[in-house]
């Protein structure tokens, strides 16, 4: 279908559905919310264990799920992964997040749980669980944003995508189409329980591997999709890591009622590993005063952040590379002189100075995403990596409880 004759139908379905605001409600006009991540798309960092038996092995052939269940086949794949679905994510982690007063649960699954094709070496059966996490939410009044994490292909060739290495999303024949797919069934499953508010299109889609013409069709299609099914549901676009002046072409000025999505981190550039602590909450404050510019034309959600300023959180960069900041990953030596990555990632070692660092940079992000629309941390936990750790962050004081950004003072307005 011509682009320009699909905007004319979206605009018409558009006109006809529920405004933006419906996203936010019962719960108030700011989304503060975590990511469950690791749950049904692997990332080594997040859960180590669940890769550890490679560790050491020069060339590795286990990296992301793709290979992990192409090495482990198919049953011993699937009966691994039903214990991590089945433990990962539980009950009692939905009622602590909601006595820290979060909202929102966003929920990373792959195009594989949706769309199969048996040829490939993924497993299914997440589909139960996640209508499990679906019916927790509704019981503790939380709203649900499912995203579609990974893409046939990859959207940007990171291990997040289900399978690291080139990014192959729109070269295959059918690749779009199961795209689609996926979200069809993500939006059955947002009418089926009320608890979800939103879907997200494609997390993290690279501008430097897909052109941007190409993910603004999708875009298009994806909101027709969506709406088509679940008029009630809220459309969110991620940015595509392409600059704020670009926005307003990547998502069209006619699909109304949706979100766009910003990921910030302060540890993947040598630049940013650099910044001092003072500078770190300058730049958080910057970023708030630039969404909220925004907001008011492109509503924005910063749907992706941690508290890490060092890439030491182990295989961050991937399953057995390094980190920047200790010399050990793309560098011959660290990026800060003496940069160690020893005790980075333990809380128990933290010196007072660096709690207190750690408090205000939180509260700074939260002050500052809060210009726009809300927040989502990544992650809701870790098995190691304690800055990306929100619950236990949080029950060591370091992230506020409530977290009420638009209260905090850090950043100067």
């Known amino acids: 279908m011509h682009i320009g004759h699909l905007s004319a139908i979206l605009l018409a379905v558009a006109l006809d559905t529920v405004s933006a605001l419906d996203f936010r409600r019962n719960v108030g006009d700011q989304v503060r919310g975590v990511n469950l991540g690791g749950l049904f798309v692997l990332e080594p960092w997040i859960t180590p264990s669940l890769f550890a038996e490679w560790e050491g092995s020069p060339q590795s052939p286990v990296v992301d799920e793709w290979t992990y269940c192409a090495v482990l086949g198919k049953p011993e794949c699937l009966r691994r992964l039903h214990r991590h679905w089945a433990t990962w994510v539980q009950e009692s982690d939905i009622s602590t997040l909601a006595s820290m007063h979060i909202n929102t649960l966003r929920l990373p699954v792959g195009y594989w749980a949706l769309a199969p094709d048996p040829s490939e070496p993924f497993v299914q059966g997440q589909v139960p669980y996640l209508r ?33 290495g080139d990014v192959g999303w729109t070269k295959g024949a059918t690749d779009v189409q199961r795209s689609l797919d996926s979200l069809a069934m993500l939006a059955q499953l947002a009418n089926e329980h009320p608890s979800v508010a939103a879907i997200q299109a494609v997390n993290e889609p690279a501008n430097w591997g897909v052109a941007k013409r190409e993910i603004t069709q999708f875009y298009l299609q994806a909101y027709s999709v969506v709406k088509g099914i679940s008029p009630r549901t809220t459309l969110i676009f991620h940015d595509a890591f392409l600059p704020q002046s670009e926005w307003g072409e990547l998502v069209p000025a006619n699909i109304t009622g949706s979100y766009i999505d910003t990921h910030v981190y302060h ?50 960069n991937g399953f057995q590379r390094g980190a920047r900041w200790d010399g050990s990953f793309l560098t011959t030596k660290p990026v800060v002189p003496g940069g160690t990555c020893a005790g980075q990632e333990d809380m128990r070692g933290w010196s007072l100075q660096k709690q207190l660092f750690m408090r205000t940079f939180a509260m700074a992000q939260l002050q500052a995403y809060e210009e726009g629309n809300g927040w989502i941390f990544w992650n809701f936990k870790t098995e190691t990596a304690d800055s990306w750790n929100y619950i236990k962050l949080a029950q060591a004081g370091i992230i506020p409880n409530a977290p009420v950004g638009s209260s905090f003072g850090v950043c100067a307005r």
Not at 133 to 153: C, E, F, Q, S
């Open 132 to 164: 499990q996490i679906l019916n927790w939410a509704a019981v503790y009044n939380m709203r649900v944003i499912l995203d579609l994490h990974g893409v046939p292909g990859s959207q940007n060739g990171f291990d997040n995508s289900g399978r690291r």
């Open 267 to 316: 540890v993947f550039t040598e630049d940013l590993l650099k910044l001092s602590d003072a500078t770190h909450i300058s730049k958080a404050c910057a970023d708030g005063k630039n969404i909220g510019q925004l907001s008011s034309r492109l509503p924005t959600i910063c749907g992706e952040f941690s508290l890490a300023t060092t890439d030491c959180a182990r295989w961050l």
